[in-house]
């Protein structure tokens, strides 16, 4: 659940609705120019390296601060956490790969796809949550040791990360029929469904923080923030 904190509320909205910009504007291109059917090869790298710096930036925005001294503390951390850092991001981009195969990727041929898939996720489920909140906090909210049900930035975090997955292991349910298409090549349906579960989560946010604010102004909204505060995970 959202708190009512104005500032959180609109950082949260602004990430938001760039998610929904750019993430779109990436598959419209790819798809005009005909190379949407090589987004599970290696070749699509560049694509990768444009979620990072779009999800980097908009990590830097979610975590500014007013507090200087706060700056100066978060940019020692930065330089002496680097490798850490890097290191946890391999390994859950390790377990995401095995566990893909675990869930029916192929085992002994396409393995450039599920490793292309399992940085995908990586880059939209963990490494927004360890920008923002740093490896340890990270690792605290994923098991469940730390709650984060008053903050809105991470709860946010935590719901675009599992609509992400979701939206992948839709993906999949296509990739069995016969239907003879290119888009069911492995990995474009769940790379093209976590896109979708990660824009989803977003426009479901834009329009929860839009109907908050609205709700003040017309009771009857609260109904529905009230639905979509059941849609969304809080500890």
């Known amino acids: 659940m959202f708190s009512l904190n104005n500032l959180e509320l609109r950082k949260v909205t602004i990430s938001s609705l760039l998610s929904c910009i750019y993430l779109p504007s990436i598959v419209t291109v790819i798809s005009y120019r005909g190379i949407l059917y090589s987004v599970g090869k290696g070749s699509s790298?560049?694509?990768l390296v444009l979620i990072f710096i779009a999800e980097l930036a908009k990590s830097f925005y979610?975590?500014?601060n007013n507090d200087i001294q706060s700056k100066r503390s978060r940019n020692k951390m930065r330089a002496s956490d680097i490798v850490k850092t890097f290191g946890f991001l391999l390994g859950v981009m390790f377990c995401f790969f095995v566990g893909i195969i675990l869930f029916g990727a192929?085992?002994?041929d396409n393995h450039e796809g599920t490793l292309v898939l399992s940085t995908l996720l990586t880059l939209l489920t963990i490494f927004p949550l360890?920008?923002?909140s740093g490896v340890e906090t990270?690792?605290?909210l994923l098991f469940g040791v730390k709650s984060f049900s008053k903050d809105t930035i991470v709860a946010m975090l935590v719901n675009n990360a599992l609509l992400t997955v979701g939206g992948a292991w839709l993906g999949a349910v296509v990739i069995p029929l016969?239907?003879?298409t290119p888009w069911q090549q492995w990995p474009?349906?769940?790379y093209l469904g976590a896109i979708g579960?990660?824009?989803l989560a977003n426009v479901m946010t834009v329009l929860k923080v839009t109907m908050m604010s609205a709700a003040n102004k017309y009771k009857f909204l609260n109904f529905f923030v009230n639905i979509m505060n059941k849609l969304h995970v809080s500890k």
Do not use: E, M, T
Request: hydrophobic content about 50%; some cysteine.
């Open 45 to 47: 790298f560049y694509i």
């Open 62 to 64: 979610l975590s500014s």
């Open 106 to 108: 192929p085992v002994l």
């Open 130 to 132: 360890v920008a923002h």
């Open 138 to 140: 990270a690792v605290q």
């Open 178 to 180: 016969d239907w003879n």
């Open 188 to 190: 474009i349906p769940c």
């Open 197 to 199: 579960g990660y824009v």
